[in-house]
Nanobody
Framework: VQLQASGGGLVQAGGSLRLSCEAS????????MGWYRQAPGKQRELVAR???????NYADFVKGRATISRRAGSNLMSLQMSSLKSEDTGVYYC?????????WGQGTLVTVSS
């Protein structure tokens, strides 16, 4: 499956943004979808993930500030983030874990200015 991430950009600290991930096929066929991020000089880390039944997990650093969602019967998954901090800066990647493999999108850059 091919994944197209969008929604990144420059935002001020305390602001909000919504990242979207468009899959090349219906996401009902994808077990788990998630967002990862990679800050400059750091390893890629999990931000949030959501299963096909809608259950979600969040990294401690975004709990209470982020909501991941997926729309059944569609090819869309999104991440709503608020109260952004400078440490949220990084490239955000969409990930899909399906029966036929593990897939990554190209990433979208989020820059939070303080």
């Amino acid at each position: 499956v091919q994944l197209q991430a969008s929604g990144g950009g420059l935002v001020q600290a305390g602001g909000s943004l919504r990242l979207s991930c468009e899959a090349s096929r219906d996401i009902d066929s994808i077990n788990v979808m998630g967002w990862y991020r990679q800050a400059p000089g750091k390893q890629r880390e999990l931000v949030a993930r959501i299963s096909g039944d809608g259950s979600a997990n969040y990294a401690d650093f975004v709990k209470g500030r982020a909501t991941i969602s997926r729309r059944a019967g569609s090819n869309l998954m999104s991440l709503q983030m608020s109260s952004l901090k400078s440490e949220d800066t990084g490239v955000y990647y969409c990930n899909a874990g399906a029966f036929d493999g593990d897939f990554w999108g190209q990433g979208t850059l989020v820059t939070v200015s303080s």
